[in-house]
């Protein structure tokens, strides 16, 4: 043994200065020799709790598995700072019995000591140490077992990973919430099958924080094998944020995850699944979504053909034309949706073929979807359906053709206006109006586009029984400027007895003095107390100015 160990094992046993005796400790420690070992042990009983904290800590630095008795004795001292030291030195040796030491200090009232209990078996990180943090789980303790959840999070192994999820299992509500937390943030999918497992549990408190911890992991994960074995979670919560996260993803791998989802025993995840695919829109997304529709249910058929209708591909187009002939009104309903937001001739070509449908709804969204397409090819069609009475079609028909607008179109307007059903006339009245005010040229009218054989439309109608259809024709006859015998329209009005008739009739037989107004179409000069809507003289709807 060398002099300067002697001396310092000397002044450690017998200097009646504490200071002495703390010194000496320290230095034995720096110096390492293992002769040391016995004094320091015996100095863990000094009277003075700085000497027994130097000597547990030069115990550390000695790092000899002899001295792990002395140090898990020294756990028992009144003195915290010595237990603190004691653990320290515990980890430094971090040999099986060493950790079993730490554990003791689990026990501590001090929530100090047993921070550092924690801290000492996460810094050593062992399997052992991830054991003995297990057992903290189990201590009344909240606080104790929120920061051995911490930091099992922070040693990151599959086998921390584990014993966070026993403790999603744990009774207490914020012990599962903290394990769901650390997980989460964890964001490794290296437990899903222990927390899939979990979600079978009778307790619904724990099969709501595994769901939320799956969730958490299934939205940061970016392995499409992962993210389709959650697919198969019991939990619909999980089930959910894996489509969604296959979506983002959009890979091919990610499309076969999104088709397997078609057949998820939730609509509403089988219909988020078709939408997705459709989004993407890729030629295997578009592919699977068609070979689909012939193995799936009504609700999932509706769903598929809706995403169809976003993709607007050729293969998309050739899916929504058979989806016409589904046994499903709804599912031919959103099929025609989806081929008038395509626009191409064979989704026109399908939409024809849609307005012979069996339902009225189906019709009818097809005759729509045609006029916003402008398709000057259903204007046949379209007129055909005008000359039917009594079609519940007539009605949509018509707003079809105004939006087509072409001569064919208003031809078939114009004759529409002789309808036995007044609402027709009415409508079509409205519809020529609104033409011959959009078009950069007036569209012709009824005395310029009528048929061979037939009688001037607008001056009959401004005969008409239904009062509305009177109204509709004289709003139209005041924007053409080129009508023939438009005097009937006063003669026609006034027979209604309307506010502007009364105001024609009474300017005409009241004898007072007014301003001098002159009509612009037949430059009369109109000397009345009240400016007219209507010339008394050529009947023209009036727009003057005072």
């Known amino acids: 043994m060398d002099d300067d160990i002697k001396n310092l094992i000397k002044k450690l046993e017998r200097s009646v200065f504490a200071g002495n005796r703390t010194t000496a400790a320290e230095k034995l420690g720096d110096l390492g020799d293992p002769c040391a070992l016995n004094a320091l042990i015996g100095a863990?009983?000094?009277s003075n709790p700085k000497v027994r904290a130097a000597a547990a800590d030069a115990l550390g630095k000695l790092n000899m598995p002899e001295a792990i008795p002395g140090l898990i004795n020294a756990l028992n001292d009144p003195d915290s700072p010595v237990k603190k030291t004691a653990i320290a030195s515990l980890e430094k040796i971090s040999t099986p019995e060493a950790i079993s030491g730490i554990v003791k200090g689990f026990e501590d009232r001090d929530r100090f000591v047993q921070k550092e209990a924690v801290k000492s078996l996460m810094r050593i990180g062992s399997r052992d140490a991830i054991y003995a943090l297990e057992k903290s789980l189990s201590y009344p303790d909240y606080s104790l077992r929120r920061i051995s959840i911490i930091a099992l999070g922070k040693i990151d192994t599959y086998e921390a990973a584990l014993c966070l999820v026993k403790a999603i299992e744990n009774s207490d509500n914020k012990t599962r919430q903290q394990a769901a937390e650390t997980l989460g943030k964890r964001g490794k999918s290296d437990v899903l099958d222990e927390l899939m497992e979990i979600l079978r549990d009778p307790r619904q408190p724990v099969q709501e924080t595994a769901s939320e911890t799956l969730c958490k992991i299934v939205s940061v994960s970016t392995s499409v094998p992962v993210l389709v074995k959650a697919l198969g979670a019991s939990?619909?919560?999980?089930r959910k944020v894996s489509i969604e996260t296959l979506w983002k993803i959009r890979t091919p791998e990610a499309v076969a995850g999104l088709l397997?989802?078609?057949d998820d025993p939730d609509w509403y995840l089988r219909s988020r699944a078709a939408d997705a695919l459709g989004d993407i829109g890729s030629p295997e997304a578009v592919r699977g979504l068609v070979?689909?529709?012939?193995?799936y249910e009504n609700s999932v058929r509706k769903a598929i053909t809706c995403a169809l209708g976003k993709s607007g591909t050729p293969e998309a187009i050739e899916g929504l034309v058979k989806a016409l002939n589904d046994p499903d009104n709804s599912v031919r309903e959103s099929a025609v949706l989806g081929l008038g937001r395509s626009g191409t001739n064979e989704a026109i070509s399908g939409l024809l073929r849609a307005l012979d449908d069996t339902k009225a709804a189906v019709r009818e969204?097809?005759?729509?979807?045609?006029g916003d397409l402008k398709a000057q090819?259903?204007?046949p069609k379209l007129v055909e359906i005008l000359e039917k009475p009594d079609s519940p079609m007539q009605k949509a028909a018509i707003c079809s053709l105004e939006k087509i607008g072409t001569p064919e179109a208003v031809a078939g307007l114009i004759r529409a206006t002789e309808s036995t059903d007044a609402c027709v006339r009415r409508a079509a009245l409205k519809a020529l109006e609104k033409i011959n005010k959009t078009n950069s040229s007036p569209a012709p009218t009824p005395d310029e586009a009528e048929?061979?054989?037939?009688?001037?439309?607008?001056?009959?109608?401004l005969t008409d029984d239904d009062s509305e259809v009177r109204t509709e024709t004289s709003t139209l006859s005041g924007d053409i400027c080129n009508m023939n015998s438009l005097k009937e329209l006063e003669l026609s009005i006034s027979?209604?007895?309307?506010?502007?008739?009364?105001?024609?009739?009474?300017?005409?037989?009241?004898?007072?003095?007014?301003?001098?107004l002159t009509c612009p179409y037949c430059s009369r000069s109109l000397n009345l107390t009240t400016a007219p809507n209507f010339c008394p003289f050529c009947g023209m709807k009036l727009k003057l100015k005072y």
Request: proline residues 4%.
């Open 44 to 46: 863990l009983d000094d």
């Open 235 to 238: 939990s619909r919560d999980v």
């Open 260 to 262: 397997r989802a078609l």
């Open 291 to 295: 070979k689909a529709f012939d193995i």
């Open 365 to 370: 969204a097809a005759a729509s979807a045609l």
């Open 377 to 379: 090819q259903a204007v």
């Open 451 to 461: 048929n061979p054989g037939t009688k001037p439309v607008l001056r009959n109608r």
């Open 495 to 516: 027979v209604e007895e309307t506010k502007e008739s009364r105001a024609h009739q009474n300017a005409i037989n009241e004898k007072k003095n007014g301003i001098g």
